[in-house]
Structure formats: C-alpha cells, structure tokens
C-alpha cells in the first residue's frame, strides 16, 4: 500500500491554533503529528509526504514537493491511502481496519471531527478523487455514489480525531504520546 500524506507549507501549519501556541510552537506541534502518522503508516507501506516545503526532512519517508491544493495532490495508481497529518491519536489498528475495509469496498472512507474526512482508501484500479475541506465527508459519500463506487466507512476514534481548533488539543493532552501529547499538555490543563 502507499500512503500519500499532505502537510502545510511553513507558516499555514496549524494557524487555528494561534490563539494558545505561537508559531514555533505550532510548528514543533504539527511536525510532530506528521512524524506519529508516518510512523505509523509505514508500518502497512511507503509513505510519501507531499507539501510545499521544500525544506521539510522526515527521516526514512520520501518528501515531494507540491504546491498543489488538497483537491488537486498528485496520487498514485494503483492501491493507495491519503491520510491527514493531524491526527495524534492514529494507531495500527485504525489502519487495519481501513484497509480491512478494502476488502469489501472500492474506497474506504474515515470521517473526522465536524464532518472532514481525515482519511481515503482506494482499492487498486478504482478512479476517485477524493475532496477536502470543511464538511468534506458528506461531499466525499455523495460523490462516490455518483460513481458507483462501493464504500465502506471506517469509523475511529484515530481518524476521529484531528487537530484544528484549542479545543481539539485536550484529546492529545489526555490521549496522545511522546511529544505530542508533551507539547498539547503545555497548553492545555489536565
């Protein structure tokens, strides 16, 4: 499987959150995240982390440089899987039963917090473009039927829960690990 992972430019990275973490702070926030979902990820395949930054490294995962907006990423043919970066909570089993999912389904669809769709699972040789933003996961079910394509959803707290808004932050306070969770704890009181 490949996983295709989309990650802000320098700068755009978590701004919601201005109002409880600076700009470093936000930063060493978001790339950590990025490193708990690769991480994860590259347990089940390659991950490719695709975003504008020319100057972002993450040991042992191939980064391409995109300007492309979310509904416009470069995918891959063949069997893929587009997962969000903020998601501190992600784990293997979240992933297992995504792909599980393909077994039964085209496109596996795993909706997030306030109707976004934090990640899409495409079985080898189905065409769909999946959509991003906002309410995206009533957009995303709407256009695969359209389609004909099966769906199966994949509901977890892993995929659940991402990171946009301070309120967010309390699940990777309380749930999080490593640095994640370190960073959230600092601004959130538990």
């Known amino acids: 499987m490949r996983f295709v992972v989309p990650f802000a430019d320098r700068g755009d990275r978590k701004t919601r959150l201005s109002s409880c973490m600076d700009e470093e702070t936000r930063e060493r926030f978001a790339l950590a995240m990025l490193r708990h979902v690769v991480r994860v990820l590259s347990k089940f395949g390659e991950v490719e982390v695709v975003t504008p930054d020319s100057s972002l490294s993450v040991p042992g995962t191939k980064v391409r440089r995109s300007d492309a907006s979310l509904d416009e990423l470069p995918l891959p043919d063949g069997e893929f899987g587009l997962v969000m970066s903020d998601l501190p909570l992600l784990s293997e089993e979240d992933v297992e039963r995504a ?12 909706p997030s917090r306030r109707g976004g769709t934090s990640g899409v699972f495409v079985r080898k ?3 769909f473009r999946p959509t991003f933003g906002g309410v995206s996961f009533p957009r995303n079910l709407r256009r695969a039927e359209k389609q004909g394509v099966e769906v199966a959803v994949v509901k977890s707290l892993g995929f659940f829960a991402d990171v946009d808004e301070p309120e967010d932050l309390l699940d990777a306070a309380l749930l999080g690990r490593r640095e994640v969770a370190k960073i959230a704890r600092s601004v959130v009181e538990v």
């Open 125 to 127: 040789g189905v065409r």
């Open 99 to 110: 792909l599980e999912g393909l077994k039964d389904a085209d496109v596996v669809l795993c």
